[in-house]
T-cell receptor, first 113, second 112 residues
Framework: EAQVTQNPRYLITVTGKKLTVTCSQN?????MSWYRQDPGLGLRQIYY???????DKGDVPEGYKVSRKEKRNFPLILESPSPNQTSLYFC????????????FGPGTRLTVT | QKEVEQDPGPLSVPEGAIVSLNCTYS??????FMWYRQYSRKGPELLMY????GNKEDGRFTAQVDKSSKYISLFIRDSQPSDSATYLC????????????FGKGTRLHILP
């Protein structure tokens, strides 16, 4: 089954404790992206990647890091999480040139206390 | 002015009604217009996309783009309780590798 998976689905952590949210897709997509979704603010892009070793900032990259060492994986790293990073996070992927047709993962709900 | 404006709702309509969801935008470079549906506790899924102006129909769903007015619509005919979800409009320009801008989403409730 073609899908984007994220882990963990739910995470509660404390300020300053480094964490990583994994994202993996099995569709051989070149393009991958991370979004956060907040009430009243909608979906906002954090980082995206056009291919292996190619990443770029989205609208709200501060406080986040990403890496793209393999085509199928695109982990999101929070080196020192803060409460304002409490949010619902989505990973998405698509073919390059077809980013209008993105496939989204199930979401990771992160709470930073 | 925000790039994409979408009324957050909630919008409640009785089963069987025709639903109209809308977005306005300000960037005339947008060429691809999408509608995503997001069920509670799920990721968004692509429902329909349209290139440039015109209409596109898929079953009970019709997407309409009016570039002269910078206005897009999604119509749902014979609405069903299973259509209850948040609907997000999204758009991007000719280069489909560019950033996609999402609306904030409209919450829709279809009342049985």
């Amino acid at each position: 089954e073609a899908q984007v998976t994220q882990n963990p689905r739910y995470l509660i952590t404390v300020t300053g404790k480094k964490l990583t949210v994994t994202c993996s897709q099995n569709m051989n997509h070149e393009y991958m992206s991370w979004y956060r979704q907040d009430p009243g603010l909608g979906l906002r892009q954090i980082y995206y990647s056009m291919n292996v070793e190619v990443t770029d900032k989205g609208d709200v990259p501060e406080g986040y890091k990403v890496s793209r060492k393999e085509k199928r994986n695109f982990p999101l790293i929070l080196e020192s999480p803060s409460p304002n990073q409490t949010s619902l996070y989505f990973c998405a992927s698509s073919l390059v040139g077809q980013t209008d047709e993105q496939y989204f993962g199930p979401g990771t709900r992160l709470t930073v206390t | 002015q925000k790039e994409v404006e979408q009324d957050p709702g909630p919008l409640s309509v009785p089963e069987g009604a025709i639903v109209s969801l809308n977005c306005t935008y300000s960037n005339s470079a947008f060429q691809y217009f999408m509608w995503y549906r997001q069920y509670s506790r799920k990721g968004p899924e692509l429902l329909m996309y349209t290139y440039s102006s015109g209409n596109k129909e898929d079953g009970r769903f019709t997407a309409q783009v009016d570039k002269s007015s910078k206005y897009i619509s999604l119509f749902i005919r014979d609405s069903q309780p299973s259509d209850s979800a948040t609907y997000l409009c999204a758009m991007t320009n000719m280069n489909r590798d560019d950033k996609i801008i999402f609306g904030k989403g409209t919450r829709l409730h279809i009342l049985p």
